[in-house]
């Protein structure tokens, strides 16, 4: 079974501007990017068609009774307004759809023609980011409902517009749906992916092209694809050992704690093998009055759009029975609203060790 520890956070050196010029830290091109991109129904469909993803959403609400019925909810990030409306069926009065790219148009046409199939209940779409909120919103609300979960849980960095929504509209003692998010990591072995990776750089190993070397560049381009987060479907049996967890807590942890997260780990291996890097995923959980549902992007569970990741070592480790691979992954928050990852592990005892000194989180490869 897996075991569960605290998130390590550093201090944050830099203090938090006010919630309202929170995108303004943000490169600017990502941010525009980042909103266009969610405006497009395409997106959402896809979303949406993420059987998983959706059902599970739609009972951690509607299988929640006791807490939605007569509420007032907010829904962060709405999209194409889905939450909101399951939040209707379950029974909420007022619901605030809270969505600052133009898909908010959409959420307003569907709200209108799905009058019947809502209850009566009020949807009110607000169309601007939830730190930019003023008087749209005069109350403070039972429920915050969102899905802000981006890969390996936090890139995009939308779980802090979820938690700025906490800390802005939420009544003392009020439901957070998801309140949990269980980060969990595992050394994993895959000989082909690592040496696919190695191969993508054959081409500047030439040594005439159109009478020029290019092995000079060999080393960067190596460093580039080894930079890259992989994002695939894990066999289950690539990982070498049980994974560990890490809880956050949406209701108590704050923004500045997921500027700068660390994730120490030990790992026992129980046969001989390359340990080729860390396989992650997570869960988010809906702890609701009546029932508790869990979402989880395990290897062994359903698919989702959100894949599970692969963080590798450009030189793995070669570890035997017996042996532990102990280490730390490290996450910095960057203004491209994702994070940089490094990897610190070794053999322990050993002094062998190995490093992945800055993966981009926002720049995966699907494979």
Not at 5 to 12: R, S
Not at 37 to 45: E, H, P, R, V
Not at 330 to 341: D, P
Request: net charge negative; proline share 5%.
């Amino acid at each position: 079974m897996a075991s569960e520890g605290e998130a390590a956070v550093k201090p944050e050196p830099v203090p938090r501007k006010a919630d309202k010029e929170r995108f303004e830290q943000y490169d600017q091109g990502s941010v525009q990017s980042y909103f266009q991109y969610y405006a497009k129904l395409g997106n959402q469909q896809n979303m949406l068609q993420d059987t998983t993803r959706t059902s599970t959403y739609r009972d951690a609400i509607v299988l929640n009774p006791s807490d939605f019925r007569g509420a007032k909810v907010m829904d962060v990030g709405a999209g194409s307004g889905i939450l909101s409306f399951f939040s209707c069926q379950a029974g909420a009065a007022t619901v605030y759809a809270v969505e600052a790219s133009n898909a908010a148009e959409t959420v307003k046409v569907l709200a209108q023609a799905n009058k019947p199939n809502l209850g009566n209940a009020e949807v009110r779409v607000v169309n601007r980011p939830v730190e930019a909120i003023g008087d749209e919103v005069p109350d403070k609300v039972d429920i915050l409902v969102s899905e802000p979960i981006g890969t390996f849980l936090f890139n995009e960095r939308m779980i802090e517009s979820y938690l700025c929504a906490r800390d802005r509209f939420l009544k003392p003692g009020g439901k957070m749906f998801p309140n949990i998010g269980d980060l969990c990591i595992a050394p994993f072995s895959d000989a082909v992916l690592h040496s696919e990776q190695q191969a993508k750089s054959a081409f500047w190993k030439n040594t005439d092209f159109y009478g020029l070397d290019l092995t000079a560049a060999v080393d960067q381009a190596t460093r580039e694809h080894f930079a890259q987060p992989i994002v695939d479907y894990i066999d289950p049996q690539h990982l070498v050992s049980e994974h560990i967890s890490t809880r956050f807590d949406f209701s108590t942890c704050t923004l500045e704690s997921l500027h700068n997260i660390e994730l120490p780990f030990c790992f026992p291996i129980s046969y001989p093998c390359l340990v080729h890097g860390i396989a992650g995923w997570f869960d988010a959980i809906f702890e609701g009055s009546d029932t508790t549902v869990t979402l989880s992007t395990a290897p062994w569970c359903p698919g989702t759009h959100w894949y599970q990741i692969r963080f590798l070592l450009q030189t793995p480790l070669a570890v035997n029975a017996g042996q532990f691979i102990e280490g730390t992954l490290r996450m910095e928050a960057n203004n491209l609203q994702s994070y940089f990852i490094k990897i610190d592990m070794g053999i322990k005892g050993t002094g062998v060790k190995s490093t992945a000194e800055r993966i981009d989180l926002k720049d995966p490869e699907y494979r």
